[in-house]
Structure formats: structure tokens, C-alpha cells
């Protein structure tokens, strides 16, 4: 039985399920055990964590006046939440005027997802290349060059203009040796996405795209024994991982005036948290600008979807959960709903159950947040796949639905990327 407690109450004797977080928040890399050793408690109290999912069928419980949440609560009160998403008016942040838009930009027509997707993998593999070099110069001591690296924000924005999910989808497949190089590209296209879904000018979405394109260029300076460790790291490497945000900032200084001040602070500011408990300065919410607060949801929700190599990345949609478990102290309330409405509650590559009992995977967002298209190929009736089928949900007397997440780990289909994404061989 699960229960999900502060925790100021977790205690020695207590089986940890599971961390309200991002492992980018603590330095265990897994959970589900029982808290035996007084310095791992320790070292979760002194974490930014707080709350945990805790079994009490396999470890002690808390006390009975102890406030609880049980998992069907928190999944009433998030479907609750995501339902009335839709009717919410859209979060838009007042910007200056955006000047005429040139003929290149009014040639960037609309695509469908199957056509954005050639464009996106060739992006891709440019920007891998791109930014490899780019960490790779600023591992030998030498200034960032930020025209390079606003050439290929363009290309990301072009992107995203074209067809707001498929870069943004694609981005997200990454090999665990690739990710801290198309970690960088997949949050300069989340940028980008949640920056034109609040209405910024752009100006400002490019700046947006810019500060996820730089904000962990620091990692450059971490050992990569450390930043690519398989294992628990210690606290003087977790010290050590940290300190890349400050690291970056000054790296980005030394480009002598070619950044603009918003992306220093979002390289800086990044994992600050509304609640006052984030790094490296703790600030309190007001003095968290918006490009930060936006770089830190999009940051950790690329960080949570990708492999590692001490974890496989979570579901899409079942990362979008957990994360709304943590937005009342960790994100800007307003601005991850708004960044759910850039991607979608159940985002392209999400694996979700139909009312019929067939299993599909979504493969394109619709103007109903609820309703996708979705690429369905397993009955959970028969216990067999079946003959792909595209159902559109948003379709007028659809008879189908979406019930419920699936998690990829559980059913283990080996072939779910490349059935929403349409390719044989993925860009890797």
C-alpha cells in the first residue's frame, strides 16, 4: 500500500517507492528499498526533495495523525486538474511589439508530422554535431561562439514553426551517450514551444531557445566520470554536478557581451525552485525571472523522458504526472500548464489505453488536449498484437477515448518509437 508523506516524517525502517522529484534533485540513483542507514536519511533530508511515495506493506508506516496522500487521490486530483486544463484561458506574457516578419519567415508553411519528421532528423544530427563542438571548445578552455549556436536556434524555431511536436519528439530519443550534448538541443525546442504557446515576441522566443540551448553548457567542466556515473554518486560528486550552473554562467560571461542577460540567468538560475530550495542561491519565487522558471520545466521534463546511464526514462505522459505532483513548490504553477498545452497531456510517444482495450501510442496532438491521434496495435482482449490502426480521436463520433496511461516498462514493445514516428531506423 503506497502512501505519499513529507518528508520531514520518513523514517528510519520505511520503504522509499519513489522520490516526488527528479532525480537531478537527490544523489540515490534508484529507489525501492528500506532506509536502513541513518546517513542515507540524512542525506535525503538535506536534498531539495519534499515529498516521497513510501510501501508500507514492505516497511514501516507513519503515524496515524501523519497527513497522507494515497495514490488515488493524487490520481483524482491531477485528472481533475489536466481535465480543466482545457478551459483555462492561455497564460500570455506581455511582449513589445514583433516587427514585420520577413519573406523567409512567411515561407515557413505549416507541415504535417510525417513531413517535419525528415526535417527534424536532419536537424538533429546537425545539432548533435553542433553541440558536441561546442562543449568540446569549452571543455579546452575556449569562449563559447554564440553565433553558431543562435544559427542553430534558428533552425530549431524553423523547426517548431513548421510543426510544433515532431523535433520536440524526435529530440527526445536519445541515446544515454548522446544526452548531455541532445539534452541541450531537446530543451532549446521545448523553449521554443512553451515560448510561443505564452505568447512571447520573436525576440524573445529565440532568446528562449537560446537559454536551452546554453543553460548546461557548465557540464562541460564537470569530469565525465561524474556527470556519466552508472551509480549512487557521493555527496562531494553530487557537490560537484551542481556547481555546473555556476560554472556555465561564467563560461557564458567570457563571450564578451554576445548573451543576452536572460539566457546568463536561466544558465545560472535553472534549478532555483518556487519554493525557495533550489541552487545555487535558493531564491525565493519573485526573484525567479521567467526565463528561468521556464528553462527549469522544460530542463527536467527532457531530463526525466530521456535513458541515462543509471536510468531508462520515464513515459511522457507519466512524466507529465509525476511533475504536476510537484508543481505547487518546485514550478511556476501557471507556466507548466502552460507548457502542458504546448506538448499536450498525453505527449506524441506516450503509450495510453483505449476504452475498447487496445493499446496504442500517440502519434500527433489535436486541438483537444484529451483527444490525439493515436496509432493503436495491441489488444489487452486477446493479449495479441494487432494490424496497426490510426484513430483520431478528435474525430466527431469517435467512439473511443483515452482511459489511462500504459507504462512502456510493463509491456517492454520493442518497436514503440518507431511505430508513432513512422522510420525504420531512428536518428541516433
Known amino acids: 500500500m503506497l502512501k505519499r508523506i513529507s518528508v520531514q516524517h520518513l ?28 546517513a542515507d536519511l540524512a542525506r535525503i533530508h538535506s536534498t531539495t526533495i519534499a515529498e516521497v511515495w513510501i510501501d508500507v506493506s514492505k516497511g ?13 487521490e493524487a490520481q483524482a486530483r491531477l485528472d481533475t486538474d489536466f481535465s480543466e486544463l482545457q478551459e483555462m484561458p492561455d497564460l500570455k506574457i506581455p511582449s513589445a511589439p514583433s516587427p514585420a516578419p520577413s519573406p523567409r519567415i512567411r515561407s515557413l508553411a505549416p507541415a504535417t508530422m510525417a513531413e517535419e519528421l525528415g526535417h527534424a532528423a536532419s536537424i538533429c544530427d546537425h545539432a548533435r554535431q553542433a553541440v ?16 553558431d549556436a543562435r544559427s542553430l536556434v534558428q533552425e530549431i524555431s524553423d523547426s517548431i514553426t513548421r510543426h510544433p511536436s515532431a523535433l520536440i519528439s ?4 536519445k541515446t544515454a551517450d548522446d544526452y548531455t550534448y541532445m539534452h541541450s538541443v531537446a530543451v532549446c525546442a521545448l523553449m521554443v514551444a512553451l515560448a510561443r504557446q505564452i505568447g512571447l515576441d520573436s525576440a524573445r522566443i529565440r532568446t528562449s531557445g537560446m537559454a ?3 543553460h548546461d553548457i557548465g557540464k562541460a ?24 550552473s555556476e560554472h556555465g554562467y561564467r563560461m557564458l560571461l567570457e563571450c564578451g557581451g554576445g548573451v543576452e542577460d536572460e539566457v546568463l540567468d536561466a544558465c545560472l538560475h535553472h534549478h532555483e525552485k518556487m519554493d525557495g530550495s533550489g541552487y545555487p542561491h535558493r531564491l525565493p519565487a519573485e526573484q525567479i525571472s521567467l526565463t528561468a522558471r521556464m528553462t527549469s520545466i522544460c530542463d527536467v521534463y527532457d531530463a526525466v523522458t530521456s535513458d541515462r546511464p543509471y536510468k531508462r526514462g520515464w513515459d511522457p505522459a507519466e512524466s507529465l504526472r509525476r511533475m504536476a505532483e510537484w508543481t505547487n513548490g518546485h514550478f511556476d504553477p501557471r507556466l507548466f500548464q502552460a507548457f502542458v498545452k504546448s506538448i499536450g497531456i498525453y505527449p506524441v510517444g506516450s503509450l495510453v489505453r483505449l476504452t475498447s482495450g487496445r493499446i496504442g501510442v500517440v502519434m500527433e496532438q489535436a486541438a483537444s488536449l484529451v483527444s490525439p491521434r493515436v ?20 474525430q466527431p463520433g469517435c467512439p473511443e477515448k483515452i482511459v489511462g496511461r500504459e507504462d512502456p516498462d510493463k509491456w517492454r514493445f520493442p518497436d514503440l518509437n518507431e511505430l508513432w ?6 536518428p541516433r
Not at 228 to 244: A, M, Q, S, Y
Not at 421 to 426: D, F, K, N, Q
Open 421 to 426: 514516428t513512422g522510420m525504420a531506423s531512428l
Open 212 to 214: 536551452g540551448l546554453m
Open 170 to 173: 524526435l529530440a527526445r530519443l
Open 11 to 38: 523514517a528510519l525502517g520505511m520503504y522509499l517507492h519513489q522520490f516526488c522529484g527528479s532525480w537531478m534533485d537527490h544523489p540515490f540513483w534508484r529507489t525501492g528499498f528500506v532506509l536502513q542507514d541513518p
Open 375 to 394: 496509432k493503436v496495435f495491441f489488444s489487452t482482449k486477446s493479449d495479441l498484437r494487432i494490424p496497426p490502426e490510426i484513430v483520431d480521436l478528435a
Open 132 to 147: 558536441s563542438s561546442m562543449f568540446h571548445e569549452a571543455r579546452m578552455g575556449r569562449a563559447v561562439d554564440s553565433s
Open 221 to 244: 567542466a564537470i569530469p565525465l566520470a561524474v556527470l556519466n556515473k552508472p551509480g549512487k554518486l557521493t555527496d562531494e560528486e553530487f557537490d560537484i554536478v551542481r556547481g555546473h
Open 60 to 72: 514501516l508506516d507513519v503515524a496515524s495523525d501523519v497527513a497522507t496522500t494515497s495514490p488515488e
